[in-house]
């Protein structure tokens, strides 16, 4: 579609029910609405939902939406079969043997909501709030729901437990906000409703697509082929990968990256662009400040320097700076990655000064500063409703790093509630509350460590619409959650607002919104005001207030919260009738290019960022109060070719792992026929001489292991990776397996994250070397152990010293355990 004013008039709009939500059409019940999950994504997509008998039979694309046009991936296409697959919990039930059984008595809704009730105020009775523990995973539509959940449950400590150095999104997130006050996404004009035919947008000239595979992940509200429209319309390339993908086979330079070394690759993009005077004076000049602390920073690190850590030719380094400095407009378009290194935080400052130097921040086809549209949060419900003394006991990362650590992030530290839970410091957790996440899994770095963790927690609560290893593990109450066809909600995540509106009903399933719903009205009647999950859709979406608005006077040292209070949401529609209007409404501000100009990024209405100094701090002044350096820099991962040469000999590879799959969504889908029809097995990529130099073949059963732990996966032999580098997948289990231990549906056998580690993070507990490590691979063979074997059964895998016989808390952090 590079013409995409044709394709919109090609359109037939009658034959799609323009202006209708829902309509009888050959024996169906026809729904407009979005998905966005269960089963899980980042994204938002208009769909048209035919239901016959009040099933969902079939899923079309909306062309009217757009969002995306009518294009939608295969998860979306195959929502039938996730909506109607027989293994899905069809009641809430209760545990009848012993944790690791899985063995389940069904249970009414009441009896659920009693129980949870009851164990609730136990918690808040003997111990306080705060020792309830509210999980969830990354930013499904649950996102909303757990700050209901928290706040329902009045607990400070929410987190994504398990998921060491908060390694995704928040570095990228704070990494902006320090700077720019604001976060960016690369504009391919998804801040209009009229797209790629706005007359103020134009396409990128370069897009640097950065430790991100769009097309596959369509990650964080964004979609990976407005990018390839974008090529289309004439954007060139610049990938950053140690992965050849659809990016790198079209670009102008595919920067071959070693892993974990993109800070070095930034500074020396910014040497160049300073010291060859490419950057752009006059917008440096009125808009930020910081750029002579900047330039001499980045003296030293020259493209030779860059070359011999990230092993990219120094030619490539230099000349890839010069094009994305004089594209105009260039944008970058960065992922996961980013946030996997040690880096993480200096690699996103660098990433946003490279933005502000080239004087590429919210102009078309640059950067654009971005919100949720309409301002709709409900981040400032946290605040008043949970008492003082509870949220003050915030598990925050000085309790897993020590004293000299400044808090900045919403959630509660990962590492920290793991130290809660192993050794009851500074208190113990009580209760978890498990509302999207296949912990073990998935984001449980060390997974060993992370299970025997949750089973120490008296009460658990797992809501989820499938049973997962964590459910067999550790829950005592499942609830069934409701797939996305079968919810009322809303999609604020960047524009335009969205309407997710119910068109069945699988057996007993309730909705986070309804589960959440009730749970406020039984925990805290005062503030849960609303009879049905609409009405509470509508508060979220168009008021957000308090009864009592003193309740937001107190100060909050968490900037965006900060940002949240000041803007109330302005949107006017209640969710049916955004429904009712065709299900999504562009707002004005996101739509605005250079907003810092017309005074629309600062709450009192002046020009400038949203920064202290309401310019672009290229040397942001709230880094240092972080704890961190606020000029870039380059850190090794910790094991690596240039910081443990010594290890090489034995771990002789990198190692990077979870590059995403478009059947798969982290450990969801696995049960699904078509996904495993598409992608059987965990596959490891190896390059072919990497192969036979370690014996192995297509198709072989390969042990990848680094000195903590080992998995196994499928050999797929390829030159989309180096000789030096290998690619495994995460978020493997096995649906299909037995489902009781030690097996847990062979959760840990192709599990990266036996060799990943709690605790082992970047500067101030931020970022986590989970995409740059090192291993040896060698061929499985018939009879060697299973990691389940050694983590469950013999459990001679790990050696846990927490709890018995550690002196202080310096000795719980460099022994809390070990493996044999
Ligand atoms: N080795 C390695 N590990 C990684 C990564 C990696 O790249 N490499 N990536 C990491 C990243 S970036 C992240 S964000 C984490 C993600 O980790 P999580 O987001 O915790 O993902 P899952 O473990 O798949 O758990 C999601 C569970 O929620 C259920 N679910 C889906 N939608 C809903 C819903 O709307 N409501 C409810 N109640 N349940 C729902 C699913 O069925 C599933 O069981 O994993 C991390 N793990
Ligand atoms: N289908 C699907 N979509 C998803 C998800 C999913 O599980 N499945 N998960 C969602 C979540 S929570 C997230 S965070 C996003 C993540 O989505 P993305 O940001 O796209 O992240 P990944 O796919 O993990 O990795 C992106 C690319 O980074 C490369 N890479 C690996 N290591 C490095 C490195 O050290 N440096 C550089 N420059 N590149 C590196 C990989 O080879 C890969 O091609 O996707 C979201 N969308
Ligand atoms: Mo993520």
Redesign the pocket.
């Known amino acids: 579609m590079a013409d995409y004013q044709a394709f919109l008039d090609e359109i037939d709009r009658a034959a799609y029910h323009e202006g209708e939500y829902r309509w009888e059409e050959d024996g169906y019940t026809v729904t407009r609405t979005n998905h966005w999950?269960?089963?899980?994504c980042h994204n938002s997509c208009g769909l048209l939902l035919y239901v016959r008998d009040g099933k969902l039979e079939r899923v079309e694309g909306d062309p009217l939406s757009p969002f995306v046009n009518g294009k939608l991936c295969v998860r979306c296409l195959d929502l039938p079969e996730a909506v109607n697959h027989p293994d899905r919990l069809k009641y809430p039930m209760k545990r009848a043997g012993e944790r690791g059984e899985n063995k389940w008595e069904r249970i009414t809704w009441d009896e659920a909501f009693d129980t949870l009730e009851a164990e609730v105020r136990k918690v808040w009775d003997e111990y306080g709030g705060n020792s309830i523990l509210l999980i969830h995973?990354?930013g499904?539509?649950?996102g909303p729901m757990t700050y209901f959940g928290n706040c329902a449950l009045k607990t400070p400590n929410i987190s994504?437990f398990g998921?060491t150095g908060f390694a995704?999104y928040l570095p990228r997130l704070f990494g902006a906000f320090a700077p720019l006050g604001d976060y960016l996404i690369a504009d391919a004009s998804e801040g209009h409703e009229d797209r790629y035919a706005n007359p103020e947008f134009t396409p990128p000239g370069v897009v640097v697509i950065w430790g991100n595979e769009p097309l596959k992940s369509n990650a964080d509200g964004y979609i990976g082929h407005w990018l390839a429209q974008c090529v289309q319309m004439g954007s060139k390339i610049i990938s950053i990968d140690p992965r050849l993908t659809w990016w790198g086979a079209r670009a102008e330079y595919f920067l071959q990256i070693r892993p974990g070394t993109d800070g070095a690759l930034a500074c020396a993009w910014l040497n160049i662009i300073i010291n060859e005077g490419l950057y752009d004076r006059d917008f440096v000049d009125c808009w930020c400040t910081g750029f002579e602390e900047l330039a001499a920073s980045v003296q030293e690190f020259t493209p030779a320097w860059a070359a011999e850590i990230t092993g990219l030719p120094e030619a490539d380094i230099a000349a890839s700076a010069r094009l994305y400095a004089t594209a105009k407009p260039a944008a970058i378009q960065w992922g996961?990655a980013m946030d996997?290194q040690l880096s993480a935080m200096s690699l996103n400052l660098a990433c946003c000064d490279l933005m502000a130097l080239t004087g590429n921040v919210d102009v078309p086809g640059g950067n654009i500063l971005i919100r949720n549209a309409y301002n709709a949060t409900n981040l400032p419900l946290t605040e008043p409703v949970i008492p003082k003394e509870w949220r003050e006991k915030k598990l925050t990362m000085k309790y897993a790093f020590g004293d000299d650590c400044e808090e900045f992030t919403t959630h509660a530290s990962s590492d920290a509630l793991l130290r809660a839970m192993e050794v009851g410091e500074p208190f113990p957790i009580r209760m978890l509350w498990i509302?999207?996440?296949?912990?073990i899994?998935?984001?449980g770095m060390d997974a060993a460590r992370v299970y025997e963790a949750m089973r120490k927690v008296p009460f658990v609560v797992n809501?989820?619409?499938?049973l997962?290893p964590v459910s067999v593990a550790c829950a005592d109450i499942l609830l069934p959650?409701a797939m996305s066809a079968e919810r009322n909600s809303c999609r604020t995540w960047w524009t335009p607002v969205r309407s997710i509106t119910k068109a069945c009903q699988f057996y007993e399933a309730k909705s986070?919104e309804e589960i959440m719903l009730e749970m406020g009205r039984r925990l805290n009647p005062a503030y849960w005001p609303w009879g049905s999950d609409v009405e509470m859709m509508d508060w979220y979406l168009t008021d957000c207030s308090l009864p009592d608005p003193d309740l937001f006077k107190e100060k909050s040292t968490n900037l965006s919260l900060e940002a949240a209070k000041e803007n109330k949401p302005t949107f006017e529609m209640g969710l049916m009738e955004l429904a009712e209007r065709g299900g999504y409404a562009y707002d004005e501000w996101n739509g605005i290019y250079r907003k810092y100009e017309k005074g629309l990024c600062r709450p009192d209405g002046s020009v400038g960022f949203a920064t202290a100094s309401g310019r672009i701090e290229l040397v942001p002044a709230v880094y240092p109060v972080w704890g961190l350096n606020p000029t870039p820099y380059h850190l090794e991962p910790p094991q690596s070719p240039l910081s443990t040469p010594e290890l090489m000999e034995e771990y002789p590879l990198v190692l990077t792992?979870?590059g995403r799959s478009w059947e798969f969504?982290?450990?969801?889908n696995r049960q699904m026929p078509t996904m495993r029809e598409l992608h059987r097995e965990p596959l490891v990529i190896i390059n072919p001489r990497t192969a036979e130099r370690f014996g192995i073949a297509e198709g072989d059963y390969v042990w990848i292991e680094n000195d903590h732990g080992r998995f196994r996966q499928r050999a797929r032999l390829s030159l989309e990776v180096n000789e030096q580098t290998v690619h495994a997948e995460?978020?493997w289990w096995f649906p299909e397996e037995a489902g009781e231990e030690p097996n847990l549906f062979g959760t840990f056998t192709a599990n990266?994250?036996n060799c990943?580690k709690a605790f082992e993070t970047g500067p101030s507990g931020v970022g986590s070397s989970?995409?740059c490590m090192i291993c040896k691979i060698y061929p499985y063979r018939e009879g060697d152990a299973l990691p389940a074997e050694q983590i469950v059964t013999t459990k001679d895998f790990v050696e846990y010293l927490p709890g018995e016989g550690y002196a202080d808390f310096e000795e719980y952090q460099s022994n809390g355990y070990r493996y044999r």
């Not at 509302?435 to 912990?439: G, I």
């Not at 809501?463 to 499938?466: C, L, S, Y």
């Not at 969504?665 to 969801?668: D, R």
């Open positions: 999950s269960p089963p899980g995973g990354t499904r539509n649950t994504t998921f995704c996961l996997q509302e999207t996440s296949n912990a899994a998935c984001p809501a989820d619409p499938f997962t959650v986070d792992c979870g969504f982290h450990s969801e995460h978020g990266p994250n990943t989970i995409k």
